[in-house]
């Protein structure tokens, strides 16, 4: 089947602009992670969620990032008023979540969307 | 935290050597997992070692895992080109809804 897929890959946007990042997970993975990677830099966590709830919102940088969830598959991740600091790589990935059958914490990663605020 | 950091940052060996990657973290844990990521883009999942394990093998990767010490080594033997990359390690926390959290990598690159 499909693996976990994002969009846009690439994304230029003006400063102060409001972007919609999009994460298509695994059909039937319940949990669903948001990281942020900075050039040459290790992943950090923003947000997941478990079903359509975000039981951590913890590593939202500011009020400007939200995300959510709908029908437990599609996720959206939304910055409002971007800024040059949000210039990065955003990666999603999900896993089967509490309950699998199988090592339901193993990540399988989209391929991120690229984003660049002039 | 539970987060787990990575040893060395980076890493340049010759093609055909060892390379050895160390990760430690600081509560205990479910279990732990090493990836891949090449060219800044999605990461690919390698192993994944439960606490209960002390070591682990797929093909050319050897894990680790010291719970005594919390800490894990990724051993790659007779290394390639292609194994250049960044590596991740990522802890699981024992609590039903604790989350994955990465380390910062180490950055591997094998020389020819």
């Known amino acids: 089947g499909a693996g976990v897929s994002q969009s846009p890959s690439n994304k230029v946007t003006e400063k102060g602009k409001d972007v919609e990042l999009r994460c298509d997970p695994i059909s039937g993975h319940t949990a669903l992670y948001w990281y942020r990677q900075s050039l040459g830099q290790g992943l950090e966590f923003l947000i997941y969620?478990?079903?359509?709830?975000?039981?951590?919102k913890s590593g939202l940088p500011s009020d400007r990032f939200s995300a959510e969830r709908t029908g437990g598959s599609v996720s959206t991740l939304t910055i409002q008023r971007t800024q040059q600091e949000d210039s990065a790589v955003y990666l999603c990935?999900?896993?089967?979540?509490?309950?699998?059958?199988?090592?339901?914490?193993?990540?399988?990663f989209g391929p991120g969307t690229r984003l660049t605020v002039l | 935290s539970q987060q787990g950091e990575e040893d060395p940052q980076a890493l340049s060996i010759q093609e055909g050597e060892n390379a050895t990657m160390n990760c430690s973290y600081k509560t205990s844990i479910n279990n732990l997992q090493w990836y891949r990521q090449n060219s800044g883009r999605g990461l690919v999942h390698l192993i994944l070692?439960?606490?209960?394990?002390r070591e682990k093998h797929s093909g050319r990767l050897r894990v680790t895992l010291d719970t005594s010490k919390k800490s894990s080594s990724l051993l790659i033997t007779a290394s390639r080109a292609a194994d250049t990359a960044s590596y991740f390690c990522a802890t699981d926390g024992e609590n039903r809804d604790d989350k994955i959290i990465f380390g910062k990598g180490t950055r591997l690159h094998i020389l020819p």
């Open positions: 969620f478990q079903g359509n709830s975000a039981p951590d």
């Open positions: 990935a999900s896993s089967l979540g509490s309950g699998g059958p199988r090592p339901y914490n193993e990540q399988f």
């Open positions: 070692i439960r606490s209960n394990e």
